[in-house]
C-alpha cells in the first residue's frame, strides 16, 4: 500500500514567521497532506523547529537567554501560528531534544564508515578584535557571485548560492562589527559528496519527470562542475557532539542534523502515539513511501542534493520521490525584512482576518513557478469579489431561503433533477480534475478549477432567481433550491483541503449525516451518496449566516499607511 510522507522544512527558530514562509512552505504542504487524506491514503505530515546552528547563537546572545530557552519560546511561537492558520502537522519536534540527537549520531556513523566523512584544512575568517572564528553567519559582506551587499556568510539571500565565507568581500563581523579580519586554518569534518556523485546521479536522472521546471534545472546546474565536498563540523559550543573520540569540542553543523529531524521526529510521533509501526521499514526504507519534502527555493541545494546523498549513504532513508520547491513571496513588491521594518505580523493579520481570508489570498497568489507579492488591495480584492461575493454570498442566500420557506425540509423529488444531470457530470469532470492538479502539487491551479466550479453555482442561481420563482412557482422554486443547496454541499466538501474552517461551517449547516465517511465519499467523487442523503428529504439543521467578513476600504487603508511607517 503507498503511503506518503510529507514534510515541511523545519522553521529556523530565530524568529517569527512571515507570509512568505506560509506560502512558501507550510500552507502548500497543508493542503496536500489534507487532499491525501481525504483521498483515503496513508500519510503523515512532518515537521518541527531548527534549532542550532550560528544564527541561533547570536541572537540568544543578544538576547540574554541560554540557547535552549531561546530555542523553547520560538517553537512554541511557531507552533502557535501553525494552529491559527490550520495548519496540522502528525508531530512537530525539536532538533534540540535528546531524541533527535540519538537518531543523527547512527546517521554520521554509517555514512563515516562508508569513507565518506573526512576531515580537512580549510580557511576561515577570524576577528582579530573580539578574538572568534567567524564561520557562517558570524560575518556578513558583500557577495562575491553578485555583488549583494548584505550576503550572510553561508548563504546569499538574493542570488541563492551556498557562501563561502573567505570569498566575502568586505566581511564584518556580526559579533563586534569590526572589519579587522584575517584568514586562519581549521581542521573540520566534510560530507565527501564528491565520492558519491555517481550514485547522486542516477538518482537525480530518475526526477526529471517528477520535480518542477524551476526545480530540476536549477540542481542540474548547481553539479555542472560536479559534487563539491561540504564541511559538516564547526567549533562551537551548541549543537551535538561529533561522535568520534578525536573530534573533541566539535559540533556537528545545523545543515547535517537538521533535516535528519524529518527522521527523528517520525520515530517520535510513532513511539509517543504507541503505534506498532518502524519508522524506518514502514515509512523512510520502504519503497512503497512517496516522500515529498515541501520547501522554499532556499532549501533546494539541502533537499535535493545533500540530504538524498546523506539518506542514499546512510542507508537510513529513501532519498526524496519529489520536491515542490516554491519561489519568494514578496511584501508590495519588495522582500520580507524584519530589521528594515518591511513586513507584516502574521499573528496580528490572523486575529484580524482569520484563517480562511489569509489562507485564500496567500494560495491564490501561490509563487509556484515564479516569485510573486502580496499587497493588501489585492488581499482585499480577492477576497470580497471573489470568497465573499462568489462563495459566502451564494451559501447565504440559497441556504437562508431554504431555512426560511422549508424550515421543516425539502422533499426528496426536489432533489431528482441534480441526479444524471449536466451539472452532476460538471461537478464529477471537476472533481478528477481538481485531484489530478492536487496530486501533481497544483495547488494554485487547483483552487482556481475549484473557484470557476463556485462561480457557475452562483450563475446558476442567479439565473433561476428562485425568489421570483416561489411567488409564482414553490414547487419549481423548491428544485432550485435542492439543487444548488446540494451543490453547495459538494463545494463545502472539496473547500476542506484549502480553507477549512469555511468547509466545517458549511458542512455544519447540513447536520450530522456529512460523516467523516460521507465527506470522503462525496471528496473522492462518489456522488451517487447524496442520492442515499436525500431519499427521505433533507433538513437543514444549522442557521445560515454571513461566512466571509468583506474587508472594508478604510481598514486597508490604515494597514498600507502602517507599512509604509513601518518601512522609513
Given at each position: 500500500?503507498?503511503?506518503?510522507?510529507?514534510?515541511?522544512?523545519?522553521?529556523?527558530?530565530?524568529?517569527?514567521?512571515?507570509?512568505?514562509?506560509?506560502?512558501?512552505?507550510?500552507?502548500?504542504?497543508?493542503?496536500?497532506y489534507?487532499?491525501?487524506?481525504?483521498?483515503?491514503?496513508?500519510?503523515?505530515?512532518i515537521?518541527?523547529?531548527?534549532?542550532?546552528?550560528?544564527?541561533?547563537?547570536?541572537?540568544?546572545?543578544?538576547?540574554?537567554k541560554?540557547?535552549?530557552?531561546?530555542?523553547?519560546?520560538?517553537?512554541?511561537?511557531?507552533?502557535?501560528?501553525f494552529?491559527?492558520?490550520?495548519?496540522?502537522?502528525?508531530?512537530?519536534?525539536?532538533?534540540?531534544?535528546?531524541?533527535?540527537?540519538?537518531?543523527v549520531?547512527?546517521?554520521?556513523?554509517a555514512?563515516h564508515?562508508?569513507?565518506?566523512i573526512?576531515?580537512?584544512?580549510?580557511?576561515?575568517l577570524y576577528?582579530?578584535?573580539?578574538?572568534?572564528?567567524?564561520p557562517?553567519?558570524?560575518?556578513?559582506?558583500?557577495?562575491y557571485?553578485?555583488?549583494?551587499e548584505?550576503?550572510?556568510?553561508d548563504?546569499?539571500?538574493?542570488?541563492?548560492?551556498?557562501?563561502?565565507?573567505?570569498?566575502?568581500?568586505?566581511?564584518?563581523?556580526?559579533i563586534?562589527?569590526?572589519q579587522?579580519?584575517?584568514?586562519?586554518?581549521v581542521?573540520?569534518?566534510?560530507?565527501?559528496?564528491?565520492?558519491?556523485?555517481?550514485?547522486?546521479?542516477?538518482?537525480?536522472?530518475?526526477?526529471?519527470?517528477i520535480?518542477?521546471?524551476t526545480?530540476?534545472p536549477?540542481?542540474?546546474?548547481?553539479?555542472?562542475?560536479?559534487?563539491?565536498?561540504?564541511?559538516?563540523?564547526?567549533?562551537?559550543?551548541?549543537?551535538?557532539?561529533?561522535?568520534?573520540?578525536?573530534?573533541?569540542g566539535?559540533?556537528?553543523?545545523?545543515?547535517?542534523?537538521?533535516p535528519?529531524?524529518?527522521v527523528?521526529n517520525t520515530k517520535?510521533?510513532i513511539e509517543?502515539?504507541?503505534?506498532?509501526?518502524?519508522?524506518?521499514?514502514?515509512?523512510?526504507?520502504?519503497?512503497?513511501?512517496?516522500?515529498?519534502?515541501?520547501i522554499?527555493?532556499?532549501?533546494?541545494?539541502?533537499?535535493?542534493?545533500?540530504?538524498?546523498?546523506?539518506?542514499?549513504?546512510?542507508?537510513?532513508?529513501?532519498?526524496?520521490?519529489?520536491?515542490?520547491?516554491?519561489?519568494?513571496?514578496?511584501?508590495?513588491?519588495?522582500?520580507?525584512?524584519?530589521?528594515?521594518?518591511?513586513?507584516?505580523?502574521?499573528?496580528?493579520?490572523?486575529?484580524q482576518?482569520?484563517?480562511?481570508?489569509?489562507?485564500?489570498?496567500?494560495?491564490?497568489i501561490?509563487?509556484?513557478?515564479?516569485?510573486?507579492?502580496?499587497?493588501?488591495?489585492?488581499?482585499?480584492?480577492?477576497?470580497n469579489?471573489?470568497?465573499?461575493?462568489?462563495?459566502?454570498?451564494?451559501?447565504?442566500?440559497?441556504?437562508?431561503?431554504?431555512?426560511?420557506n422549508?424550515?421543516?425540509?425539502?422533499?426528496?423529488?426536489?432533489?431528482?433533477?441534480?441526479?444524471?444531470?449536466?451539472?452532476e457530470?460538471?461537478?464529477?469532470?471537476?472533481?478528477?480534475?481538481?485531484?489530478?492538479?492536487?496530486?501533481?502539487k497544483?495547488?494554485?491551479?487547483?483552487?482556481?478549477?475549484?473557484?470557476?466550479l463556485?462561480?457557475?453555482?452562483?450563475?446558476?442561481?442567479?439565473d433561476?432567481?428562485?425568489?421570483?420563482?416561489?411567488?409564482?412557482?414553490?414547487?419549481?422554486?423548491?428544485?432550485?433550491?435542492?439543487?444548488?443547496?446540494?451543490?453547495?454541499?459538494?463545494?463545502g466538501?472539496?473547500?476542506?483541503?484549502f480553507?477549512?474552517?469555511?468547509?466545517?461551517?458549511?458542512?455544519?449547516?447540513?447536520g450530522?449525516?456529512?460523516?467523516?465517511?460521507?465527506?470522503?465519499?462525496i471528496?473522492?467523487?462518489?456522488?451517487?451518496?447524496?442520492?442515499?442523503?436525500?431519499?427521505?428529504?433533507?433538513?437543514?439543521?444549522?442557521?445560515?449566516k454571513?461566512?466571509v467578513?468583506?474587508?472594508?476600504d478604510?481598514?486597508?487603508?490604515?494597514?498600507?499607511?502602517?507599512?509604509?511607517?513601518k518601512g522609513n
Amino acid at each position: 500500500m503507498k503511503r506518503y510522507l510529507i514534510t515541511s522544512a523545519l522553521p529556523y527558530a530565530n524568529g517569527p514567521l512571515h507570509f512568505g514562509h506560509l506560502a512558501g512552505v507550510y500552507l502548500p504542504a497543508d493542503v496536500f497532506y489534507r487532499h491525501t487524506k481525504l483521498m483515503g491514503r496513508k500519510a503523515i505530515h512532518i515537521s518541527g523547529s531548527d534549532e542550532h546552528g550560528v544564527a541561533i547563537m547570536l541572537n540568544a546572545q543578544k538576547a540574554n537567554k541560554e540557547y535552549k530557552a531561546y530555542v523553547d519560546e520560538w517553537h512554541e511561537n511557531h507552533k502557535q501560528l501553525f494552529d491559527k492558520y490550520k495548519v496540522f502537522f502528525d508531530y512537530f519536534g525539536q532538533t534540540s531534544a535528546d531524541y533527535h540527537a540519538e537518531e543523527v549520531i547512527p546517521w554520521f556513523k554509517a555514512i563515516h564508515e562508508k569513507g565518506l566523512i573526512g576531515t580537512k584544512d580549510s580557511q576561515q575568517l577570524y576577528c582579530k578584535d573580539c578574538k572568534n572564528h567567524l564561520p557562517d553567519r558570524f560575518v556578513k559582506g558583500q557577495c562575491y557571485s553578485c555583488d549583494y551587499e548584505d550576503a550572510r556568510g553561508d548563504e546569499c539571500p538574493n542570488c541563492g548560492i551556498i557562501v563561502d565565507p573567505v570569498k566575502l568581500k568586505s566581511p564584518v563581523c556580526q559579533i563586534c562589527s569590526s572589519q579587522n579580519i584575517e584568514e586562519v586554518t581549521v581542521t573540520q569534518y566534510y560530507l565527501l559528496l564528491s565520492k558519491f556523485e555517481k550514485e547522486f546521479k542516477e538518482y537525480l536522472s530518475g526526477r526529471k519527470p517528477i520535480w518542477r521546471k524551476t526545480v530540476f534545472p536549477f540542481v542540474e546546474s548547481l553539479i555542472k562542475d560536479g559534487l563539491h565536498d561540504r564541511a559538516i563540523s564547526r567549533d562551537l559550543d551548541w549543537g551535538i557532539d561529533v561522535p568520534l573520540a578525536e573530534a573533541k569540542g566539535k559540533r556537528l553543523y545545523v545543515w547535517f542534523d537538521a533535516p535528519i529531524g524529518y527522521v527523528s521526529n517520525t520515530k517520535k510521533m510513532i513511539e509517543e502515539k504507541g503505534l506498532s509501526e518502524d519508522y524506518m521499514k514502514d515509512w523512510w526504507t520502504n519503497p512503497d513511501s512517496e516522500i515529498v519534502h515541501f520547501i522554499g527555493k532556499d532549501n533546494i541545494i539541502f533537499h535535493s542534493i545533500i540530504f538524498p546523498c546523506m539518506s542514499m549513504a546512510s542507508g537510513r532513508a529513501l532519498p526524496a520521490t519529489d520536491v515542490p520547491a516554491n519561489q519568494y513571496l514578496n511584501l508590495e513588491g519588495k522582500q520580507f525584512s524584519k530589521s528594515a521594518g518591511w513586513y507584516v505580523d502574521s499573528n496580528e493579520a490572523v486575529e484580524q482576518f482569520g484563517a480562511d481570508a489569509l489562507r485564500y489570498y496567500l494560495f491564490s497568489i501561490l509563487p509556484e513557478g515564479s516569485d510573486s507579492s502580496f499587497t493588501w488591495e489585492g488581499f482585499q480584492a480577492r477576497v470580497n469579489g471573489e470568497l465573499a461575493n462568489n462563495i459566502g454570498n451564494l451559501v447565504n442566500r440559497c441556504l437562508k431561503f431554504w431555512a426560511k420557506n422549508w424550515s421543516d425540509g425539502l422533499p426528496a423529488e426536489a432533489f431528482a433533477g441534480l441526479f444524471g444531470s449536466e451539472a452532476e457530470t460538471k461537478f464529477s469532470t471537476t472533481i478528477k480534475e481538481l485531484h489530478e492538479q492536487l496530486d501533481g502539487k497544483h495547488i494554485k491551479k487547483a483552487l482556481e478549477t475549484l473557484m470557476a466550479l463556485g462561480q457557475e453555482v452562483n450563475t446558476y442561481f442567479s439565473d433561476k432567481a428562485p425568489w421570483a420563482e416561489f411567488k409564482t412557482d414553490p414547487e419549481a422554486a423548491s428544485k432550485t433550491i435542492a439543487e444548488t443547496g446540494l451543490q453547495i454541499l459538494v463545494l463545502g466538501v472539496l473547500f476542506e483541503p484549502f480553507l477549512p474552517d469555511l468547509s466545517e461551517n458549511i458542512l455544519s449547516l447540513f447536520g450530522d449525516k456529512i460523516t467523516s465517511k460521507v465527506k470522503e465519499q462525496i471528496y473522492q467523487g462518489d456522488l451517487s451518496i447524496l442520492s442515499e442523503l436525500v431519499k427521505d428529504g433533507y433538513q437543514l439543521t444549522g442557521k445560515p449566516k454571513a461566512l466571509v467578513p468583506k474587508i472594508d476600504d478604510d481598514v486597508i487603508a490604515k494597514l498600507k499607511e502602517e507599512l509604509g511607517q513601518k518601512g522609513n
